[in-house]
């Protein structure tokens, strides 16, 4: 339990941290593209220590999958909860701009804001591995430099189930977002948690360009390029399709609805003496 100790710790200094940042961004609201970067930071941060107790804990600390399962659950559920609309994911931002609903400026500093939110929890993570506090950080601290890749099939099939996985993913937020975030948050926490448990032999579904960058770039096994195919370009992909399928086009490059039509029921008025006269008939 001493290792979940510390583990619990680490988890509550990231989410104080991505707290204050987003309190201090709020008297600035020109910088306001940098919550990405807090809610990005938070959400690597935690996952690569979540990532430590999955490929450490369970063997050598005694902690089943239930246990990781869990950890993993209450991580992005924090997550959702304290960072709210700032998702730290690449593809929701660019989500938006499809819609319409950013330009392109604001886009490009939030997802620039991301992958710096991602670089930098990763160098945290690896200075506090670096500090050994537990037997699984000290495990970990060895293994960083040779940690084993998330991917696990060829380029085809990872490219498939980061795909597959981005889709029901975006299709489920898409018919969820006007929801009440009482109902929206623990539900995308349990469908992130089910969709890692069931792609953990494949890609483990990360669904974020920023977030594989953080969790699984820098381990060998794989090139900067194939990683880029599988978790970017598919789950860019992914995000495509789900809003395509959702809307039945891409606003942002062509109006036309190719999927749905759209009826418009035209009620005929009829005036006020033709419907005394037909009363009387």
Not at 182 to 187: E, F, H, N, S, T
Not at 231 to 246: D, E, N, P, Q, R
Request: net charge positive; aromatic share 12%; hydrophobic share 50%.
């Amino acid at each position: 339990m001493s290792g979940l100790n510390a583990s619990l710790g680490y988890f509550v200094s990231a989410a104080i941290f991505a707290a204050l940042v987003r309190t201090l961004l709020q008297k600035w609201p020109r910088l306001s593209f940098m919550l990405e970067f807090s809610s990005s930071f938070m959400l690597v941060a935690c996952l690569l220590e979540v990532q430590t107790i999955v490929d450490v804990g369970e063997w050598a600390g005694g902690l089943g999958p239930d246990v990781t399962l869990t950890v993993r659950f209450v991580v992005l559920l924090a997550h959702g909860i304290i960072c709210g609309s700032e998702s730290g994911n690449p593809t929701l931002v660019v989500l938006k701009f499809l819609q319409r609903e950013a330009t392109t400026l604001p886009t490009l500093l939030a997802v620039a804001a991301q992958f710096l939110g991602a670089h930098m929890a990763l160098l945290v993570a690896l200075y506090y591995w670096s500090l050994e506090l537990t037997d699984m950080h000290m495990i970990k601290n060895l293994m960083a430099r040779e940690c084993s890749s998330s991917l696990l099939v060829s380029l085809v099939q990872g490219f498939f189930t980061e795909c597959v996985c981005t889709l029901i993913f975006h299709l489920v937020l898409l018919n969820l977002r006007r929801r009440s975030a009482l109902i929206r948050v623990p539900l995308i926490a349990v469908l992130l948690t089910f969709l890692f448990h069931t792609a953990r032999g494949y890609t483990s579904a990360y669904m974020s360009p920023s977030l594989s960058y953080g969790l699984t770039f820098h381990c060998p096994g794989f090139t900067f390029t194939e990683y880029a195919v599988v978790y970017w370009l598919g789950s860019l992909t992914g995000m495509i399709l789900a809003l395509f399928l959702y809307m039945g086009h891409i606003p942002r490059i062509f109006s036309k609805n190719l999927l749905y039509s759209q009826k418009t029921r035209q009620k005929t008025r009829v005036p006020k003496g033709d419907k005394a006269e037909k009363k009387k008939q």
